[in-house]
């Protein structure tokens, strides 16, 4: 996942996933659509059948984000600042950092000086590339352990928080341990 690069300016890169993913059995749509058949419901009868269509349509969005696979991409640390994709951010923009794990991956969060507080997502595929860019990280920004959370983050962890969690492993172990008891 990681690797040197030749360029002198590059000080670290790693590749990961543009946002992280866990792949969803066929029962997160079925989640999804009871819960838009009921918003729908209840909008229907209130008579605003016109918000039906963002409903649907965001609907659609979730189950595009859900089933697709993101692309793998280049993270670089340079001596200049982050460079992700096609984004590059100097050093002297960024505020803190900070990580949160989502999905099995680690979720670097970089927060970029006010007012704007723009803020970088990088997925960081285990710990040992972690420690390495708390490490680097640490000589240009400030580490926050439990930053504090914006609106749009108290958002998605409401809503990561609404969709079922599928342990896959788990429910492997439970039907083996079946399997071994019945025979």
């Not at 099995?104 to 007012?115: D, N, R």
């Not at 504090?148 to 108290?154: A, L, S």
């Amino acid at each position: 996942m990681e690797k040197m690069n030749k360029n002198p300016q590059t000080i670290y890169s790693w590749r990961a996933p543009l946002r992280p993913y866990k792949k969803r059995s066929p029962l997160i749509i079925r989640f999804y659509l009871a819960v838009i058949f009921l918003i729908s419901t209840i909008i229907f009868f209130f008579g605003d059948k016109i918000l039906l269509i963002p409903i649907w349509a965001v609907l659609f969005i979730f189950y595009v984000l859900t089933i697709t696979p993101p692309p793998d991409i280049e993270n670089k640390i340079t001596l200049f600042g982050i460079n992700s994709g096609d984004i590059n951010v100097r050093w002297e923009n960024l505020s803190f950092f900070y990580f949160k794990k989502r999905f099995g991956f680690y979720v670097l969060t970089i927060v970029s000086q006010p007012p704007y507080h723009f803020h970088l997502y990088l997925v960081v595929p285990n710990e040992k590339i972690k420690n390495k860019l708390i490490e680097i990280l640490s000589q240009y920004l400030m580490y926050q352990d439990n930053p504090r959370k914006t609106f749009v983050d108290r958002l998605t962890d409401f809503f990561s928080n609404l969709v079922p969690d599928e342990e896959e492993e788990e429910t492997q172990v439970v039907l083996e341990k079946l399997r071994k008891a019945s025979l």
